[in-house]
């Protein structure tokens, strides 16, 4: 009887194997071929989320559901990829880093946890490891550390610049590479539940336009990661603003310091990010312009990765929001940038997913809705959008994986 049961468990394990190999080759690291992000040999298409709040919230036992529900609903919706903070520097409220080199064990354990969620949800993660902007501490806290310490700066823009500050940064860096989970006993720089490390989330450099301060630091501050960390992908963390590459193309985006193709080019940066959120980059135009916009921003990004830069390209961040908006002009806003990338990863492009701004869960809308905030769990026709698009890119992933073993 024993036996028998044996042989057929063996045979049930045999026939998941064949039916669903990423199930049975375990839980590989995303690397990079080309212009596809690839997993477990095939290139990886996918559909993701930003939710940026769930580290502080995890770091706290007793809220830790709520982040466990928003990987359940992000689940539930097909969605494979997640972006969130690694950082939270300075102030008052839950820092991660509470000094240069000083940190919060209980919301390190947050991470932890949010690093385990991903894992048991199937969700590869997205990790920033500091702010462009003031929330959560950013340059602006690092530069106040650098003055706090001796350093002659003043402004913001010397976080890029400042061989003190640099320092505080690297160690960071290294803090969090290196840390082991307390969960799952994996350093994060050997867990491939992780996707990709961002140097910083929406850098800019506005008191150099020309480029060349973010160009020096991220060429320094790429290698630096990849000393440590050799199995994980890396990008910038750009919004995807050109500059002297593209300023006749688009002269109004030549101010604030970066440039989508000589940033990108940067050895070590494994893979493109553009951020896009029309109604605040054209306040005042009408919806049909910004769609129009939205849909040649993503055009020219994609062939820019594909036929320059020879890089995937991720959409790391997008939306519309609620505040002044209608559902349904977020819902064409939706339509718009998954269709593009669609388009791309249905004829083996380089756009790899579109990360919508933001997951919430139940009991999260009153500290962190800001008016682009989406509850997966309570139907609409936004997450029914977004549940097709998963379909539509896991679809492109599975039929590459059949194809890989014929």
């Known amino acids: 009887m024993e036996q028998k049961s044996f ?3 063996l045979l049930v394990l045999v026939l998941v194997v064949i039916a669903y190999p990423e199930a049975s080759s375990g839980d590989e690291f995303v690397s990079v071929n080309g212009v596809h992000l690839m997993l477990n040999g095939s290139p990886f298409y996918a559909n993701g989320f930003n939710a940026y709040w769930m580290m502080v919230i995890a770091a706290d036992v007793s809220q830790r559901p709520k982040v466990t529900a928003a990987f359940q609903d992000a689940s539930a919706r097909g969605l494979t990829i997640a972006r969130t903070w ?12 509470i000094s240069p080199g000083v940190y919060n064990e209980q ?6 946890f949010v690093v385990s969620e991903a894992k048991n949800h199937g969700i590869k993660l997205v990790l920033s490891l500091v702010n462009n902007w003031v929330e959560f501490g950013g340059k602006k806290q690092y530069v106040a550390w650098g003055k706090a310490q001796g350093q002659t700066v003043s402004a913001d823009d010397d976080f890029f610049t400042n061989e ?5 940064y690297k160690n960071h860096v290294k803090t969090v590479l290196t840390r082991r989970n307390t969960i799952t006993g994996i350093a994060y720089m050997d867990d491939p539940t992780i996707m990709a490390w961002e140097l910083i989330n929406e850098m800019r450099c506005v008191s150099d336009k020309s480029g060349k301060t973010v160009q020096a630091w991220v060429s320094e501050m ?3 990661v990849k000393s440590i960390d050799r199995k994980h992908l890396l990008e910038v963390g750009l919004e995807g603003y050109y500059g002297a590459s593209r300023s006749q193309q688009y002269p109004q985006y030549f101010q604030v310091g970066t440039d989508f193709i000589e940033n990108n080019q940067v050895p070590g940066i494994d893979f493109a990010t553009v951020h896009t959120y029309t109604e605040q980059m054209f306040q005042n135009m009408p919806e049909a312009d910004q769609l129009s916009f939205l849909n040649r921003w993503v ?5 820019d990765a594909e036929n320059t830069l020879h890089k995937p390209v991720l959409f790391a961040e997008f939306g519309k929001t609620l505040k002044g908006y209608t559902i349904e002009q977020r819902d064409r806003t939706f339509n ?3 269709s593009g990338v669609y388009s791309s990863a249905s004829r083996g492009g380089a756009a790899a997913a579109a990360l919508f701004w933001q997951v919430l869960s139940e009991g999260t809308e009153s500290s962190f809705q800001d008016g682009y905030g989406i509850v997966l769990s309570r139907p609409s026709s936004t997450a029914d959008i977004i549940a097709q698009q998963s379909s539509r890119m896991n679809g492109i992933r599975s039929m590459l994986a059949r194809r890989g073993r014929l």
Do not use: E
């Open 299 to 303: 055009q020219d990004h994609i062939h």
């Open 222 to 224: 790429a290698p630096y």
């Open 86 to 97: 690694a950082f939270s520097d300075g102030g008052d409220w839950m820092p991660l880093q």
């Open 164 to 168: 003190v500050i640099k320092g505080f």
């Open 107 to 112: 919301v390190f354990q947050g991470l932890d």
């Open 336 to 338: 718009a940038m998954y």
């Open 7 to 9: 042989r057929t468990f």
